[in-house]
């Protein structure tokens, strides 16, 4: 098997805090996104990784360069997103026969990537894919589906009002390599699979339940909520890379402060940096974003029992 993670998106609804930094890095309780799939496909054994790229694609490209991470990753750099199955489609060649995981890693996600593996293998004869689903508590923001008693999906509900139940397609995908003979049979560069593909599999999808962690961090309040309730650790990222230390972190907590102080409760525990010298005191506080050693910030917030702490000019040392 080997893997596709998707992370040339925008993240328009992230604005501003994705101009200066792509979705699929940013940080969740200081690690950077796009590390904590990483971890889950190190965990399974799944060597092979393809990136597609395009949005702020340097900094993409910089961080996974930078990773000691003893894994083949190639990077496909898209001038034009070409959608989620049009990347499949022009990288077949390195798919050669192989199952495809196909991940949106601009969600954040855990479960037990073996398990996944372990349920796609176990599938009905009939079934092409195994897709991941999970319960959410805004189904009219997500595609919803139902399925019958063997857990095939029979029926697709996009983003409509009145959704009939809660259960997410969470955009984690294994599929057979026959996917791209079907793409090819669309004879079109650009392809989404959630448009053009997946409705024409009703009956051929099995799904896979993660019900232990799965948030779609699209907007401010989902991406801050996520520092809240996100408890998993991360053993593939390393302050130590390069681009942990060079990144602009003046512009990116700049902006964070002002979408996090609009969107979180005052009585919530926060700290924008973990970094601080009398780190005893703040050690229940839940860490939104680590900055290295030396960073001068404009401002920092921290929030405790009601009371919003702002750290101005302070030099982190």
Sequence with gaps: MKALLLTAGEGKRLRPLTEVLPKC????????????????????????????????????????NDLNHGLNIEISYEEKL???????????????????????????????????????KKRPSNCLMTMLSYKTTIPQSCGILKL????IVRKFYEKIKNPPGD??????????????????????????????????????????????????IGTIESYCQAQLDFQFSCKSYSKTSPWFNCFNWTGFIDSFYNAFSKSISSSSKLLACSELDNT??????????????????????????????????????
């Design 25 to 64: 890095l940013m940080p969740v309780n200081g690690i950077p996104l796009l590390a904590y799939w990483i971890d889950l496909l190190k965990d399974a054994g799944i060597k092979d990784i393809l990136v597609n790229t395009h949005y702020l694609a340097d900094q993409v490209t910089s961080y996974l």
């Design 82 to 120: 070409l959608g989620t199955g049009g990347t499949i489609l022009v990288n077949k060649n390195f798919f050669k026969e192989d199952s495809i995981l196909v991940i949106h890693a601009d969600n954040l996600s855990h479960f037990s990537l073996s398990d996944f593996q372990t349920t796609h």
């Design 148 to 151: 019958d008693d063997r857990g």
């Design 167 to 216: 259960l997410a397609n969470g955009a984690v995908y294994i599929f057979e390599n026959e996917i791209i003979s079907l793409l090819q049979d669309l004879n079109k560069e650009e392809i989404d699979l959630s448009i053009d593909v997946l409705p024409n599999l009703l009956g051929k999808i099995y799904t896979f339940h993660n019900d232990i962690y799965h948030r779609d």
């Design 280 to 317: 005893n005191e703040f050690a229940d506080w839940n860490v939104v974003c680590d900055v290295p050693r030396g960073f001068l910030s404009s401002k920092y917030l921290a929030e405790k029992e009601n009371k919003t702490l702002v750290l101005n000019q302070m030099d982190i040392k």
